[in-house]
């Protein structure tokens, strides 16, 4: 079945530091998302990006479907960037995740 | 106003016990998802459904039922609930492969 691997696990940053996470996918896809978990657990969708790059403010999305692969940059870090990121591959309507990058941005 | 809703937004239940979660959206989706998700990973998907009276089995539906009885419902049944079952649920709506989240339920099975 469909695998998605996201990279870092974990990372930690100072604010104002850049960041780069990534997301692999085991087999062929549609298109990917990106979400972010607030601390207290509700999901944020980021972007919807079946190929490309998209941007919205300090966030960037690239996804290169023949590499099955994604990424979100997040550029100058703010404290409230805290969380965890989630990316999710859609394959026929279905939508499977990765375990997440948890992110702490520290002062 | 929120799209995809979810209640109850907590519960405790029993082992042994019945419990139904209900997921409402207004974005007049046809197809509704329902997922667990559990500490440090991400979400798995228990069923969905591809209109009203259809419902699919996702990943790990053991244990659960659903029920589609309208386009704006989709609900989620333990029968027998179990503190295996103790997670944070998510219900989503979506077609054309974007998928639009509600708030989470967080249910706890003692």
């Known amino acids: 079945g469909q695998q998605v691997q996201q990279s870092p696990a974990s990372l930690v940053l100072q604010e104002g530091e850049n960041a780069e996470l990534q997301c692999n996918f085991s087999?062929?896809?549609?298109?990917m998302q990106w979400f972010y978990q607030r601390p207290e657990g509700s999901l944020v969708s980021l972007f919807y990006n079946p190929s490309g790059t998209k941007q919205s403010g300090r966030l960037t999305s690239t996804t290169v479907i023949k590499e099955r692969r994604s990424s979100l940059h997040i550029s100058s870090s703010q404290i409230t960037d805290s969380g965890t990121y989630l990316c999710a591959m859609e394959d026929n309507n279905r939508i499977f995740f990765g375990d997440g990058t948890q992110l702490v941005v520290k002062p | 106003e929120a799209a995809v809703t979810q209640s109850p937004r907590n519960k405790v239940a029993v082992t042994g016990g019945k419990v139904t979660l209900s997921c409402n959206q207004t974005?007049?989706?046809?197809?509704m998802y329902w997922y667990r998700q559990d500490t440090g990973h991400g979400l798995r998907l228990i069923h969905y459904s591809y209109g009203a009276g259809s419902t699919e089995k996702g990943d790990i539906p053991d244990g659960y039922k659903a029920s589609r009885p309208s386009q704006e419902n989709f609900s989620l049944i333990l029968e027998l609930a179990t503190p295996s079952q103790t997670s944070v649920y998510f219900c989503a709506s979506g077609d054309s492969g974007q998928q639009f989240f509600g708030p989470g339920t967080r249910l706890t099975v003692l």
């Open positions: 974005n007049n989706h046809n197809n």
């Open positions: 087999t062929s896809l549609n298109s």
